[in-house]
């Protein structure tokens, strides 16, 4: 790795030091260095990533900007220093300020590229063939991340493939959901390919039209578009005993159908491309428009209506706050009350200085995303664990649940300052993520709104434009928005599949009951591929 030292490079880098996270810019530096003596000088102040609260004295970080600015700029042939695992062991934990698994070590050491087998990660003059059967076809079912991620593996792999896609573009939930808001709620710098790492997105949680953007170039830089079948279903796949490979039935939009033989299938349709609209008496007497958020009908007015939102899950908290400016009445009807947090960076767009941290600074974007995987998933498994011997009353599941409840339910309370009736409808009566967590988009603004209106009660009964809760509420309506999730635990429900010895899935996995060995494999189903678990 060679520096450069031009004031163009110096001015960009000074720049980039000023909004960089001080304790990624600390693993960075001794990463380039081995200086795992200075580390330590910050662990002190260095606190639990989750807590957003640093306190790592002026004159320190002053000293780690100088010290990368000279590093970066005046040090010729920088390389990587090879580290010890126990080493980096001890960043990782100063890093995100809390102790962390052994296990983590080689994740990190993967991610950073320093320890790896991952085909996609080596250089292109690396020969990989002679890992894989030759001679081996391979069909993937889906065009989302999943499938596209696949294809990649087997270009690479030099497996002979093919994707095929039912929409006329890549994407998969992101090609197929555009409700007002739609965006991310997990960080698009973590949600996203280890392999094919984006520095300039605009905000830190993104909008749908650039993760499907993203996705879509992805594909283009990995020349899978010659791969890919837009347009066509698989409608059946059945696996052949006696000639030990799989037919994969297809059909186009135009109802022609042709078969694909392969030895292998990768069925990559998503969990969530079946959305669930309740059966709800009189519905089919409802003389307005409704449509449910996965399909979204950019036809229907919305301005100046009377609309309901039933339900208040994930894609509610989104476009809700998406559409309330423009209608003229808006009736949420929740059954229970959600757990909506705040969430760091939501609403920001990243600024030029931390993307040329990302795309510049050696192992910045690396380590950012380990910083992230902590903050968002894993650091938060031991809130999830239940103890046998803590009395929670229901409420909690053990002292850091606890704690967890406490900060949500504070700030869901400094939201709704002055509004006990709104705050007591938002009270979840059970413990944190229990449910998917959700994050405010906007949410308690929005029903803090005069014409906005928390209806906590089910829905009985449609009769012609009225909606009627089970509290005995009457509400006239024009329009009817659904966010009412997905048949998530039905999985693979636009494909039958037939196994060995007569088996079927959904004979083997009924409505929801899908079992997969590691979530990705199936008895009697050989060489059969599951993206998506179930887990």
């Known amino acids: 790795?060679?520096?450069?030292?031009?004031?163009?490079?110096?001015?960009?880098?000074?720049?980039?030091?000023?909004?960089?996270?001080?304790?990624?810019?600390?693993?960075?530096?001794?990463?380039?260095?081995?200086?795992?003596?200075?580390?330590?000088?910050?662990?002190?102040?260095?606190?639990?990533?989750?807590?957003?609260?640093?306190?790592?004295?002026?004159?320190?970080?002053?000293?780690?900007?100088?010290?990368?600015?000279?590093?970066?700029?005046?040090?010729?042939?920088?390389?990587?220093?090879?580290?010890?695992?126990?080493?980096?062991?001890?960043?990782?934990?100063?890093?995100?300020?809390?102790?962390?698994?052994?296990?983590?070590?080689?994740?990190?050491?993967?991610?950073?590229?320093?320890?790896?087998?991952?085909?996609?990660?080596?250089?292109?003059?690396?020969?990989?063939?002679?890992?894989?059967?030759?001679?081996?076809?391979?069909?993937?079912?889906?065009?989302?991340?999943?499938?596209?991620?696949?294809?990649?593996?087997?270009?690479?792999?030099?497996?002979?493939?093919?994707?095929?896609?039912?929409?006329?573009?890549?994407?998969?939930?992101?090609?197929?959901?555009?409700?007002?808001?739609?965006?991310?709620?997990?960080?698009?710098?973590?949600?996203?390919?280890?392999?094919?790492?984006?520095?300039?997105?605009?905000?830190?949680?993104?909008?749908?039209?650039?993760?499907?953007?993203?996705?879509?170039?992805?594909?283009?830089?990995?020349?899978?578009?010659?791969?890919?079948?837009?347009?066509q279903r698989a409608t059946a796949a059945r696996y052949d005993e006696e000639a030990k490979h799989w037919v994969v039935e297809v059909a186009d939009k135009s109802g022609e159908t042709r078969q694909i033989i392969s030895d292998g299938v990768i069925l990559s349709c998503g969990q969530l491309n079946s959305p669930s609209i309740p059966n709800i008496p009189g519905l089919d007497t409802f003389k307005g428009q409704y449509c449910h958020t996965a399909e979204w009908d950019h036809s229907m007015d919305i301005k100046g209506k009377r609309v309901a939102l039933i339900g208040v899950g994930a894609s509610a908290v989104q476009v809700g706050p998406g559409i309330a400016g423009d209608v003229g009445e808006l009736f949420v009807y929740q059954r229970s009350a959600q757990w909506v947090n705040q969430r760091a960076n939501y609403t920001r767009e990243i600024t030029e200085g931390k993307i040329w941290a990302l795309g510049n600074i050696p192992n910045y974007a690396r380590w950012y995303r380990f910083q992230l995987l902590w903050a968002f998933s894993d650091g938060l498994f031991p809130a999830l664990q239940k103890d046998p011997n803590w009395d929670g009353k229901g409420l909690s599941i053990n002292p850091i649940n606890h704690e967890l409840r406490e900060q949500i339910l504070g700030y869901i309370a400094s939201q709704l300052e002055g509004r006990p009736d709104l705050l007591a409808k938002c009270t979840p009566d059970y413990p944190p993520y229990s449910r998917r967590p959700l994050f405010d988009n906007g949410w308690f603004d929005m029903l803090k709104m005069e014409h906005v209106h928390l209806c906590s009660t089910g829905v009985t009964r449609i009769e012609g434009n009225t909606i009627y809760g089970e509290d005995g509420s009457a509400n006239e309506v024009d329009v009817i928005v659904f966010a009412t999730g997905f048949h998530a635990a039905k999985m693979l429900p636009f494909i039958d599949v037939y196994g060995k010895n007569g088996h079927t899935i959904r004979r083997d996995w009924g409505d929801d009951d899908p079992k997969a060995y590691l979530g990705i494999t199936v008895p009697n189903y050989p060489n059969m591929f599951l993206v998506y678990g179930p887990n």
């Open 1 to 231: 790795m060679t520096t450069m030292s031009t004031e163009e490079y110096r001015a960009g880098l000074r720049s980039a030091l000023g909004q960089a996270e001080p304790p990624i810019l600390l693993m960075c530096y001794v990463q380039m260095t081995g200086d795992t003596e200075y580390v330590e000088t910050f662990r002190p102040y260095i606190k639990r990533v989750r807590a957003y609260a640093d306190n790592i004295p002026q004159d320190m970080i002053d000293d780690l900007h100088a010290r990368m600015e000279r590093l970066l700029c005046d040090t010729p042939d920088l390389k990587t220093v090879d580290l010890a695992p126990a080493d980096l062991k001890r960043m990782i934990d100063i890093c995100v300020g809390e102790e962390v698994p052994e296990a983590y070590v080689p994740l990190l050491l993967a991610d950073l590229g320093l320890d790896t087998k991952d085909i996609a990660r080596l250089t292109k003059d690396v020969d990989v063939s002679d890992r894989f059967p030759k001679n081996f076809r391979m069909t993937i079912v889906g065009a989302g991340f999943g499938g596209i991620c696949a294809g990649i593996y087997c270009k690479r792999a030099g497996i002979d493939f093919e994707i095929l896609e039912k929409n006329e573009g890549p994407g998969g939930t992101w090609y197929e959901n555009t409700y007002p808001n739609c965006g991310v709620d997990a960080p698009n710098h973590l949600y996203s390919y280890s392999f094919h790492l984006k520095h300039d997105w605009s905000r830190y949680f993104v909008r749908q039209p650039e993760i499907q953007a993203y996705i879509a170039e992805t594909s283009k830089a990995f020349g899978l578009e010659e791969h890919i079948r837009y347009g």
